[in-house]
């Protein structure tokens, strides 16, 4: 009796333990906070854009599924002032207040891991999302355990969520190795780059004109209107243009995490 109640327990939490890992969802964040601007002649604060994070994080973690957080080197992820603005929240004003004592106390998001204990434990999460903000245009893009990762996640078919400027980190994977050649993809748009550059930052970054690169590269790129509610998804990628996205980002996202699970039944 004794033997069968522990071969039991052992099962059950066996069960838990691979439940847990089914449902873990790898966010990779930029820990960037300078952008330099017209060549190094000016320097802009910057970071992880705080509402298509937050969105992102609330709708996957309210559907039942863990996350886990990794940046480069494991530093903290900076957030950028700009996305603070009321104007990217509209009517959810109360989730701006929630997002940013999230990001205060969490546990999770302010012990991140590195990038390279995301590559070991790899296996363990079922999706990946990388959200926008020009800080990734600094670190991750550079970064070359960034390739590694959405290799291996487009080769297992896994969700793979890349949110306004982090479509553009699909560019530094080699084209002769790169997945998503052919596939349809969003990202922000070239209108919404010009305004940001013009009138938010007020000066050009090294790394912009994502759209451009993307179609040169093989990947057959669509968006909508400025400011427009739009995403994409083709398979296992989904992609969004801006900060106003997220309703449409996180339906897709959703979707492709239970096709993804039942092909696991």
């Known amino acids: 009796m004794k033997k069968l109640i522990l071969i039991i327990t052992i099962v059950m939490i066996t ?7 089914n449902t873990k969802i ?6 960037a906070d300078t952008l330099e601007l017209n060549k190094g002649q000016k320097l802009r604060q910057t970071g992880v854009f705080l509402n298509e994070f937050y969105l992102a994080y609330k709708s996957v973690s309210e559907n039942g599924y863990t996350v886990e957080f990794a940046t480069p080197n494991g530093v903290v992820a900076t957030i950028d002032e700009e996305s603070i603005n009321d104007k990217y929240w509209k009517e959810i004003l109360e989730i701006k207040n929630e997002a940013i004592e999230f990001i205060t106390k969490d546990n999770s998001f302010n012990n991140p891991i590195t990038l390279e204990n995301a590559i070991v434990n790899q296996d363990n999460y079922i999706g990946i999302i990388i959200p926008g903000g020009q800080g990734l245009m600094i670190d991750l893009i550079e970064n070359n355990n960034i390739p590694t990762l959405l290799k291996h996640f487009a080769k297992e078919n896994k969700p793979t969520g890349l949110i306004c400027h982090a479509p553009s980190l699909i560019l530094k994977i ?17 209108i919404e780059e010009f305004v940001i550059e013009k009138f938010i930052m007020k000066g050009k970054p090294k790394n912009r004109k994502i759209a451009k690169q993307l179609r040169k590269l093989g990947l057959k790129y669509k968006s909508g209107l400025p400011k427009a509610n739009f995403a994409i998804k083709d398979r296992n990628l989904i992609t969004s243009q801006n900060p106003f996205s997220s309703n449409s980002f996180n339906i897709l996202y959703l979707e492709a995490l239970t096709e993804y699970l039942e092909t696991k039944k």
């Open 15 to 21: 069960n838990i333990s691979l439940s847990a890992q």
């Open 26 to 31: 790898l966010f990779v964040l930029s820990a």
């Open 174 to 190: 080699p084209a002769e190795e790169n997945p998503y050649i052919g596939y349809k993809v969003n990202s922000v748009s070239p």
